[in-house]
Every structure is written in C-alpha cells, then in structure tokens.
C-alpha cells in the first residue's frame, strides 16, 4: 500500500470520505514524514503538531456523527511564512517579525480551512519574498531535494520543497514575479498562479495597508505534485472576498471554445536565449498537447521586452507603503543586504525608458494581449528560460545581469493580472523541468485542462527523498 505521505490531497480526501483511513492518520504520517525528512531540506519552518491533531480529530468526531464536512477533509496544508494564519507568526523571513501573531486567518486559508484541509505548518521563504533563492536570517536557507548545490527557487521555495519531499500534499504560496512557478520549475511540482482578483488578498483585519504594486502585481495560489490536486484546492480558495477591493466573484468555469484550441508555443522571449534542456521541456509538453488535439503554432509574446520594464517601474514606482517607511537596509540582514546591493543596479537598468504614465502603458500593453489571446487563448512558454541555478549565483552581479531578461515571461503574467500554471515535464540530468501554460484573465480552467494533458502525458516527478 503507498504510504499516506505519498498520496495527493484528491487521493486523501477520498481514503478520508470513505472511511478508509482516519483524519488522525493522515496528519500523523504527514508529521511523521516532517520528522524524518524537514532536517535535511530546512522547509518546514513551524510544525502545528498538537493543533492539526485536535483538528484531526474533530474532524474524524464529525465524520463518526454523520455530520456534512468539506471535501478537503482531512488534507493537510502546510502554508508561506507571509500568508496570516491564526495564533501563528507572519514572519516574511524577517528576524523582527518572528513573535508578529496573526489574528485571523488570510481569506483563502480561511476558505480552505472550512473546506476540511487541516494546517500542519509554515514554510521558509527569503526576507520581504525578494529574492529567487530561499535564506534568511531567521530560519536558515532551504535546500532543493534534488540537488543541494542548486536553488530550490523563490519566493515560495520552502513550499515548494515540502511538497516534492511529501511533507505536505498541498501548499499556499504566492506569486508576484513568479515566486509560485519558479519554485515549481526547481523542485518539479505543480503550480497555479491564479487572475488577478481570483483570490482574496487579505483579510478585513489586515495589520496595515499593502502596496499598490503588491495588490496589482501578486496573487495568492496553491502547490501540489498533482493537477487536479490545484483545482480542487483553487476552487476552494475563492470564495471568501475578505476586505480585498480587488476580488471578483467570477465563475470559476468559462464556455467551451470551439475545437481545436489554439496554443502558441512561445519559445525565444524577445530575444532571451532558452537553455537547450528547457527548450527541450517545452517540445515535451508541446508533443503531449498536439497529441490530445491542441493546435499548436510557435510565435511571439506581444511587447514582452516592454512589458518587463513597465512591470519594473510598477514595482519601483509604489512597492511600499509610504515615503517615510525605513529602507529594506534598516531591517534586512546582512545576506540579503548583500544580496539587493547587487541586484539594485540591474534593476534600475531593467525599468527601461520611463513611461509617462507605467499604469497607462500596462493598459496598451494589457489589449495587445487581449487581442492576441482572443485567436490564440493559450500561450506554452518557459518559466524561466534557465534551469535552476547554482545556490550563490544570484549573489554575483555578473551572473545577475541578465535576470530580468530570463524571466520576462514570468512577470508579463502578474503585469497583466492572467492566470497560469506551472508543470512539470520530466527531469534532464539531475534537475527537473516544468513549463506554464498562460490562459486569459478568468480561464484558471483552460489552463488547469491542457496543464492536465501534459501531466498524463509526462507523469508526475514528485514525491521524492532528498538526494
């Protein structure tokens, strides 16, 4: 029989609903799995042992009377050290944040919480979630599973491990330049980085107010090793609008498109060279959908280069609260210090010319799109156009600078506000692959369909033991 730990949420949920397993059982072999496996990948920051067991319980309590509970009863999630749990520390990575309590539950913890998932633990991420490595100064780095020399990603790494390694069958993490899917393509899992307004940022007891660039550019979304394991956590993580100005009660299914839809498989991003192996994994996953009746056709992303400097002077232009807020230096350690002081200089290189106005040129920018996607609704793209690097590359200057470039198809998704998921392909050498397929604003379910096809075509790569 496979072990507990090495099922998806959809499997867990079925042993649960069927009585043949126990909530206990599963958050046990979960917490188990932590034990033997968290001391050599450092993801899992906080282990809400006694918590997730008296909710285990309650839960099998309820399923013993007969009572109506969620469809993701059972199911643990582990959940990034910047998303609001309650009676739990929203650090953001940050040494002086480690006693910052939570008070409530973020929305879409909330939603899924009530839907019968079960919190079993926080995950690392870098300092402030700037940065595509995971290491701070309060928890220590994270290690990728497949290859300790290499990156297992950022912002949402610590996720990322914990659920390749089958610590956690289902994870919440964020994405504001790519910080679920670049994670996803380091550690060969799954991911969905949903539209704009999908899911609830904050919740109506927010401790202060959130960046306009962050409320624009970032989104909440899940992590699992299994497609469908995404759906079902999507689509109940979008019910609940907090105190989210931008959240939209959208249907989470649109109508058909008439048949064959059309993919454009866009794989030289302005100019950025495509490594050959994810070049490769971009052939792999176009094979698995022509196959299933897709129309395939290579071409280009519309102002991808400009889209990348109008994502970076958004950023620039209003990433903080307010003029008076202490700089990142004031409150940052002395590594990731090190880090922005070697960043800072390519990106103010990467805004480009300014704009006028960035928040008009995003709109131009944004019906291109719109226009292009109306023939042509799904886009296969890389993630980044580089596998996952040597850990302290992205500490040199001279490898960074080409970094904007590499990930102009990343961050033109949260510019815009689309959806898209990230999955994986199969490994070339040591390290796996995973591509993202992009969908129109409000499509999660096209893209979560051909990402489907690419999975069973493909095979999943995770769970795996730390090498």
Known sequence: MTELW???????????????????????AHLRRIDGVNPRVNAITVTLGEKSLDAADAADRALARGDEVGPLCGVPMTIKENIDVAGSATTMGIVALREAMAAADAPPVAELRAAGAIPIGRTNMPEFGMRWHTDNALRGATVNPWSAEHTPGGSSGGEAVAVATGMSPLGIGNDGAGSLRWPAQCCGVSALKPSLGRVAQAGERAAGPTPFAFQLLGVQGPIARHVRDLRLAFGHMCGRPGGDPWYAPVPLHG??????????????????????????????????????????????????ARA?????????????????????????????????????PIWTRAAGEQAFDPMMERASIARLWSAWMSRTPLVLAPIRTRPAFRVGSDLDPRWLADWPDTMRLAVVVNLLGLPAVAVPVGPAGDLPHAVQIIGPRFREDLCLDAAAVVEAATGALTPIDPR
């Open 255 to 304: 109508p058909p498109l008439p048949a064959p839809v059309r993919v454009c498989v866009v794989t030289d991003p302005d100019g950025a060279e495509t490594d050959p192996e994810v070049a490769g994994a971009l052939r792999r996953a176009a094979g698995a959908l022509a196959d299933a009746g897709y129309l395939l056709e290579e071409g280009q992303a519309p102002a991808l």
């Open 308 to 344: 990348s400097e109008i994502y970076t002077q958004i950023m620039s232009s209003y990433g903080r609260v307010h003029r008076e807020q202490p700089p990142v230096e004031a409150v940052a350690s002395p590594g990731f210090v090190h880090f922005w002081q070697a960043y800072e």
């Open 6 to 28: 090495a099922l998806g949420a959809w499997d867990l949920a079925e042993l649960v609903r069927g009585g043949e397993v126990s909530c206990r059982q599963v958050v046990e």
